[in-house]
């Protein structure tokens, strides 16, 4: 009994140990961004290569103070969960039609949403810069909430459908006999038994929401609307050339807020991209 328990235990170990080694490998980009974050501009574009970096506030300074980054911070966390709130009030009745429905045209109606993901978005840049110009909302929190959520509605949409397709009709017609109505099945049955794809959809749009750039840099052309995405571009040129640590630490604060909603939503996530999310 004493050999098996030490053998699970040296297996537990050489697991843990493969799981940390390739977690750090994993993590390499991110504590290399972060170590040139805290290191000094001097020191990150001297030739002579340096071993043994002193660490430096140099950087997070600049970038508090010399730039309004808690503005853009709140601008991109605002944009984001709005447009991810707008997708799935829209998404989870669109999707429950699309689902349970049987009436014509549906399935063109469906490949026609989700085919408006595919449209290249240099073509309606122009129109919808001047649509938001026209109702007065350049610059604003509101245009990007709308424009992600337009983006990203599409394959929220199409996500949801699927697992809903995966519930059976039963449950329903069950809810039914006992005179619920539609709208209750689908907020206190469906939306509870498809939770894991939600998530999935929640977080695959809010991923898609942080990397979107043209149409960012499209509506928020002053300061008064930038999101982080919009900032970090802002340390590319100028008179002081290239800001390499202030490039490295907004990056790295731009990242940690997804890490930390990936890792609270593992479980549901994991689930959710393994439960035939391209189904349909």
């Known amino acids: 009994m004493a050999s098996v328990r030490r ?8 697991r843990y140990l493969i ?3 390739w977690a750090l490998f994993c993590l ?12 000094s501009r001097v020191e ?33 966390v605002g944009a984001i969960f709005g447009s991810v709130v707008i997708d799935l009030i829209l998404a989870i009745p669109a999707a429950y039609s699309l689902s349970r429905y049987n009436y014509r045209f549906r399935e063109d109606i469906g490949f026609y949403i989700l085919s408006t ?8 840049a122009i129109p919808i810069f001047f649509l938001f110009k026209n109702m007065g909302l350049l610059d604003s929190i509101w245009a990007l909430m709308l424009i992600y959520a337009a983006i990203n509605l599409s394959i929220v949409t199409w996500i949801i459908r699927s697992y809903m397709m995966d519930i059976p009709k039963e449950l329903e017609d069950a809810a039914r006999t006992d005179g619920a109505s539609d ?16 998530i999935t959809a929640a977080v695959i749009a809010m991923i898609f929401a942080i990397n979107e750039f043209l149409f960012t840099l499209l509506i928020a052309s002053t300061p008064k609307g930038y999101t982080m995405s919009v900032a970090l571009a802002n340390f590319t040129g100028g008179s002081d050339g290239v ?19 990936v890792v609270l939503t593992q479980k549901h996530l994991s689930r959710g991209l393994t439960m035939g999310a391209v189904k349909g």
């Open 183 to 198: 709208m209750r099945i689908l907020w206190e049955i469906i939306t509870p038994a498809i939770l894991p794809g939600i």
């Open 7 to 14: 053998k699970t235990g040296e297996s537990l170990l050489i």
């Open 19 to 21: 799981l940390g080694t």
């Open 44 to 76: 990150i574009i001297t030739p002579q290569p340096i071993y043994f970096p002193i660490f430096s506030l140099e950087a997070w300074w600049m970038i508090w103070e010399d730039w309004p980054m808690a503005k853009y911070l709140l601008n991109s």
């Open 243 to 261: 800001i390499y640590n202030a490039i490295a630490l907004v990056s790295f604060l731009a990242f940690v807020p997804v890490f930390i909603v």
């Open 117 to 124: 993901r595919m449209m290249a978005p240099a073509i309606v």
């Open 28 to 39: 390499m980009p991110v504590i290399w961004f972060l170590s040139i974050g805290l290191r």
